[in-house]
């Protein structure tokens, strides 16, 4: 709740911060270093056949902070996220709650390619390195209650942009006349697919002896494996606001292990409101 007040009072205050000049309405895509504040919803779900083979969902909650060098041959950016709400799965009239907190960290360089030959459309190609831990914590499995992975990724990357700014006044009408001002507009879709993917967990089934023994290692019998599998995509349209914008995001997220017995997946759908600020 706290982290929507402070992301709505700075969404408040952007267009205090983004009046109209007329070096705005010249519409050109300048370099620019943007700091980008980010919160949303996801559709999500997971399940880990080391405990159970049932589908757990939820609705958490995604909140985002990034760093982005944007010029108009590279784009450089790093970046966290922090996704935290609670899956449930109902089977058979018993209801099982399991609390996610997963906290994602990323730094992806992206280079204009020629390729493509598009009018307003540029082609960026590049790589994504990617790290995940996820802590869950579930109840209902008693003394393998608390389960935690954590994954690396390393993604090649590919992003179409397409610049459709509207570059003159335009007077429309609905039931009355209304005029829409010169606006810079973007719009982005990015495809980001693993190539080297690496998971780091404990096998089937979590219980482990330490803490029997009195010496509690919370690590007992992981073990880091190259395997699996990570994909996933983002489409962005950017409104700018003079020198500042904000981003509407659908992003989406999928990776699995490669283990058989003990496999875990999981999925993201998360829907987002951003603001660029400019540095």
């Known amino acids: 709740m ?9 969404l408040c205050a952007l267009p205090l911060v983004a009046q109209e000049s007329s070096e705005a309405q010249t519409l050109e895509l300048r370099d620019k270093n943007y700091i980008e504040i980010s919160l ?6 997971f399940r880990d056949f080391a405990t159970s083979p049932l589908f757990y969902r939820g609705l958490p909650t995604a909140f985002g902070l990034r760093k982005t060098r944007d010029k108009s041959s590279t784009i450089v950016s790093f970046g966290m996220e922090y996704i935290f709400g609670n899956y449930h799965s109902n089977f058979n009239d018993h209801l099982a709650t399991s609390q996610v907190k997963s906290l994602s ?40 209650a608390y389960g935690i992975e954590m994954f690396t990724n390393l993604l090649a990357s ?19 006349k209304y005029q829409l001002k010169p606006r810079r507009r973007a719009l982005a879709y990015r495809l980001n697919l693993g190539v080297l993917n690496g998971n780091y967990r404990n096998g089937y089934a979590y219980l482990g002896q330490t803490a029997i023994l009195n010496d509690f290692n919370l690590f007992e019998d ?56 400019n540095k």
Do not use: C
């Open 105 to 144: 960290f990323d730094y992806s360089r992206m280079y204009q390619s020629h390729l493509l030959n598009w009018e307003k459309t540029r082609l960026f190609l590049g790589a994504k390195a990617m790290g995940t831990v996820n802590l869950r914590v579930n109840p209902s499995l008693q003394n393998n």
């Open 222 to 277: 992981y073990t880091y494996s190259l395997s699996g599998f990570r994909m996933g995509s983002q489409l962005d349209y950017t409104v700018f606001l003079n020198n500042n914008g904000l981003v509407f995001s659908y992003a989406w997220d999928a990776l699995t292990t490669g283990n058989k017995k003990d496999k875990f997946e999981m999925s993201q759908h998360v829907f987002k409101l951003s603001i660029l600020i």
């Open 40 to 45: 949303g919803k996801s559709n999500s779900k």
């Open 158 to 176: 590919a992003q179409l942009r397409k610049d459709i700014s509207r570059k003159e006044l335009k007077t429309k009408r609905f039931i009355f």
């Open 2 to 10: 706290k982290l929507t007040l402070i992301f709505l009072g700075l």
